[in-house]
Nanobody, 118 residues
């Protein structure tokens, strides 16, 4: 079965860094665009970053550009989100997603909590 499992979240001080990982299984990971989304309490889920299947093209929300880096290792079926210079407003549950073009929808992981606070 398709499974996406996020890890690496936690509590970090403002200005700190975290690296999130998403381990994928149950599908041909290397052909899918992968994304990171986040959702803060009371807010809608928003796209943070995405990366095409070969990792050639990446995109970022303006709020995280130059601070976050998405990458993938297709040999390990894993997508990463390196988060630097974290701000309190980055606090959210972060979700990994695989884009399913046939359904025009995402397959979601369970999420991992990131809390940025002094």
């Amino acid at each position: 079965q398709v499974q996406l499992v996020e890890s690496g979240g936690g509590l970090v001080q403002p200005g700190g860094s975290l690296r999130l990982s998403c381990s994928a299984s149950g599908f041909t990971f290397s052909i899918y665009t992968m994304s990171w989304y986040r959702q803060a309490p009371g807010l809608e889920r928003e796209l943070v970053a995405d990366i095409t299947s070969a990792g050639v093209s990446t995109g970022y929300a303006a709020s995280v550009k130059d601070r976050f880096t998405i990458s993938r290792d297709n040999a390990k079926n894993t997508v990463y989100l390196q988060m630097n210079s974290l701000k309190p407003e980055d606090t959210a549950v972060y979700y990994c997603a695989a884009y399913l073009p046939r359904l025009s929808s995402n397959y979601w992981g369970q999420g991992t909590q990131v809390t940025v606070s002094s």
